[in-house]
Nanobody
Framework: VQLQASGGGLVQAGGSLRLSCAAS????????MGWFRRAPEKEREFVAG????????EYADSVKGRFTISRDNAKNTMYLQMSSLKPEDTAVYYC????????????????WGQGTQVTVSS
């Protein structure tokens, strides 16, 4: 499975962006998916995850109430709607897919996209 993340860019604090993660094959619907991010000089961290059915999601405390993860299995695509962005949200955002037992563990995901840069100016 190949994943292609897109939608990053430069936005002012308080603004919004929507990230997309497109998969190369229809079997994406069998996998859980997640978004992770790596800020400069920091470890990669969990942002949000969604089970294959789309009915269960999980978020990092730092983004709850501001970010929304969703997926469209018919389009083989996952989304991350980001609102009320803060400078501390600046990072490279990665999408991932896999057969995982827990959405939050990056080590459980087998497939990764290349990352898309999100920069939030103050």
């Amino acid at each position: 499975v190949q994943l292609q993340a897109s939608g990053g860019g430069l936005v002012q604090a308080g603004g919004s962006l929507r990230l997309s993660c497109a998969a190369s094959e229809r079997t994406l619907s069998r996998y859980a998916m997640g978004w992770f991010r790596r800020a400069p000089e920091k470890e990669r961290e969990f942002v949000a995850g969604i089970w294959w059915s789309g009915d269960t999601t999980e978020y990092a405390d730092s983004v709850k109430g501001r970010f929304t993860i969703s997926r469209d299995n018919a389009k083989n695509t996952m989304y991350l709607q980001m609102s009320s962005l803060k400078p501390e949200d600046t990072a490279v955002y990665y999408c991932a897919a896999g057969r995982v037992a827990t959405l939050t563990s990056q080590y459980a995901y087998a497939y990764w996209g290349q990352g898309t840069q999100v920069t939030v100016s103050s």
